[in-house]
């Protein structure tokens, strides 16, 4: 059976048919009216896209917000598997998605948990994503991102330097792992940032909607 997910969703601004189709995943505690708001702020970008920021599959641990999955057994299989059943959920929502929409193209966003998600499921979907925008996230089983990838589909990497929940240095890895695999990658480390999206953040991700988009 198909794994769903609930969305709440925003546009096209251009009020036409849509065209493109962005899915933002939100972060560990939030929900998806976390990052709904990102919506107004690319509609400049790419007015005949819909958005569609949804919740992850499960309640936080905590009893609020939502979780991609729990985190209270950080040990690296556990982590692994973790990500590999919200995976399972994102790809299940980007087919039923594209199809309720009748689009093909498409882009994946994520902060936190969320671009985990994005960066694991995006590179292995069997339809390409136009870009992966990951804010503040990490690549997740970076063995295993050559053998099991379906596309080369672009990346941007923004992290803040001072991120004290998910260290700068997972996006490094993450870079570097990309760029090894031949995935085309863009990284911007912004100093002084903490676990957050600030404007420079969300300029770039304009400007890679755009790209990925044109």
């Known amino acids: 059976m198909t794994q769903t997910?609930?969305?709440?969703?925003?546009?096209?601004?251009?009020?036409a048919k849509p065209r493109q189709l962005v899915i933002l995943c939100h972060g560990l505690g939030a929900d998806a009216f976390d990052l709904i708001d990102l919506a107004?702020?690319?509609?400049?970008?790419?007015?005949?896209?819909?958005?569609a920021a949804v919740h992850a599959p499960f309640p936080h641990d905590?009893?609020?917000?939502?979780?991609?999955?729990?985190?209270?057994?950080?040990?690296?299989?556990?982590?692994?598997?973790?990500?590999?059943?919200?995976?399972?959920?994102?790809?299940?929502?980007?087919?039923?998605?594209?199809?309720?929409?009748?689009?093909?193209?498409?882009?994946?966003?994520?902060?936190?948990?969320?671009?985990?998600?994005?960066?694991?499921?995006g590179p292995r979907h069997t339809?390409?994503?136009?870009?992966?925008?990951?804010?503040?996230?990490?690549?997740i089983a970076p063995d295993t991102l050559e053998a099991e990838r379906t596309n080369r589909a672009p990346v941007l990497l923004v992290h803040g330097e001072a991120d004290t929940v998910v260290p700068v240095s997972r996006s490094h890895d993450a870079q570097a792992v990309l760029a090894a695999s031949g995935v085309p990658v863009e990284a911007h480390y912004i100093p002084r940032l903490g676990h957050g999206i600030?404007?420079?953040?969300?300029?770039?991700?304009?400007?890679?909607?755009?790209?990925?988009?044109?």
Request: overall charge neutral.
């Open 198 to 214: 600030d404007d420079t953040g969300i300029s770039l991700g304009a400007l890679a909607l755009q790209k990925g988009f044109a």
């Open 127 to 139: 339809i390409a994503p136009r870009s992966i925008l990951a804010f503040s996230g990490a690549l």
């Open 62 to 121: 905590s009893g609020q917000g939502r979780q991609w999955w729990s985190v209270g057994d950080r040990a690296l299989p556990a982590i692994e598997s973790g990500v590999r059943s919200a995976a399972t959920y994102l790809h299940g929502f980007i087919d039923a998605e594209l199809s309720r929409c009748g689009l093909n193209a498409y882009a994946l966003m994520g902060f936190s948990q969320g671009a985990m998600t994005a960066l694991f499921a």
């Open 40 to 51: 107004p702020a690319w509609q400049h970008a790419c007015p005949d896209a819909v958005f």
């Open 5 to 15: 997910l609930d969305a709440i969703r925003w546009g096209p601004a251009s009020k």
